[in-house]
């Protein structure tokens, strides 16, 4: 229960951030303000830091994105929540266990009081 809670709320928060991100007026982007500063400052970036630099700088841009953090919340709860999850179940097996051996005992004792 307490699992489905975390997880809900983790979607829900994730779509509130979502909408509020993709909502609001967009920034002051240099890139978005100056014609061809990002094809300029790609290619700085590849000449200082090589193809190293140029695929941290794709990540960043990815991580940056309102969907990708949206996800990144959502993987959050999951994990979360999958901790709930995995307790209950091995809670339930202990409990299935303990009940499988009060059976057993009882039937061993059946047996030895008819046998």
Do not use: C, N
């Not at 509020?20 to 200082?48: C, F, K, N, V, W």
Request: proline share 2%; aromatic share 8%; hydrophobic share 45%.
């Amino acid at each position: 229960m307490t699992g489905t809670i975390i997880l809900g709320l983790g979607i829900l928060a994730a779509a509130i951030f979502y909408w509020t991100a993709t909502h609001r007026p967009a920034d002051d982007d240099l890139a978005a303000m100056l014609d061809g500063y990002d094809r300029a400052s790609r290619h700085e970036m590849g000449i200082q830091m090589g193809t190293m630099g140029l695929i941290m700088l794709g990540w960043q841009e990815t991580l940056a994105r309102p969907i990708t953090k949206a996800l990144i919340i959502v993987a959050g709860a999951g994990l979360f929540a999958s901790y709930f999850f995995r307790s209950a179940w091995v809670m339930d097996s202990d409990e299935k266990d303990e009940r499988d051996e009060h059976e057993r005992a009882r039937l061993e004792k059946e047996h030895a009081t008819h046998g």
